[in-house]
Nanobody, 121 residues
Framework: QVQLVESGGGLVQAGGSLRLSCAASGSIFSINLMGWYRQAPGKQRELVAV???????NYAASVKGRFTISRDNAKNTVHLQMNSLKPEDTAVYYC???????????????WGQGTQVTISS
């Protein structure tokens, strides 16, 4: 059983910063992709940032230059440093892991429970 647990959401003023963290627990050998998605009220879930195990990254255009994704492969954790936050960044942020290799199976497209990020103007 592999679980993703997020932490670090909250309420901050525009221009502020937050750091989200996600830890994958279970008998994990490796994880191909770890990333963050978000879903604002009335909108579809969208990619924020993703990072491969080798270090390549992909960011949504709306967050480039403001958000930084990082991960620790040994600890199966991924982090999202969010700076210069804007009210439009308000959403529930979800951690995602894809290609999770355990000793028995490869698990695809796992999601955390989500953490609320609210940016006040």
């Amino acid at each position: 059983q592999v679980q993703l647990v997020e932490s670090g959401g909250g309420l901050v003023q525009a221009g502020g910063s937050l750091r989200l963290s996600c830890a994958a627990s279970g008998s994990i050998f490796s994880i191909n992709l770890m990333g963050w998605y978000r879903q604002a009220p009335g909108k579809q879930r969208e990619l924020v940032a993703v990072m491969g195990s080798g270090g390549w990254t992909n960011y949504a255009a709306s967050v480039k230059g403001r958000f930084t994704i990082s991960r620790d492969n040994a600890k199966n954790t991924v982090h999202l440093q969010m700076n210069s936050l804007k009210p439009e960044d308000t959403a529930v942020y979800y951690c995602n892991a894809d290609g999770v290799y355990t000793l028995v199976v490869v698990m695809r497209d796992l999601w955390g429970q989500g953490t609320q990020v609210t940016i006040s103007s």
